[in-house]
């Protein structure tokens, strides 16, 4: 039996920053909402919004990329 440890390494990679990004939603707005109320955590969940729209984008163009790169090395 042959294992891709590739593929582990990118499937684990995956879940911890899906993880942290949970987290990081989850107990951040809600500590958010707790202390200052649901305006303060609807606030956080624009702010965050708009610190991951920049990561998101950078991860889409790096996926095209790799897709293109392995489109091109099968022709």
Do not use: E, H
Not at 28 to 51: D, E
Not at 53 to 73: F, G, T
């Amino acid at each position: 039996m042959t294992r891709d440890l590739r593929k582990y390494a990118k499937q684990t990679n995956v879940r911890l920053g899906v993880g942290a990004a949970l987290l990081l939603l989850i107990v951040g707005t809600g500590l958010i909402y707790f202390i200052y109320g649901p305006a303060a955590a609807v606030g956080g969940l624009l702010c965050l919004a708009a610190a991951l729209l920049p990561i998101a984008l950078i991860i889409l163009s790096l996926a095209v990329l790799d897709w293109i790169q392995k489109r091109a090395d099968r022709s």
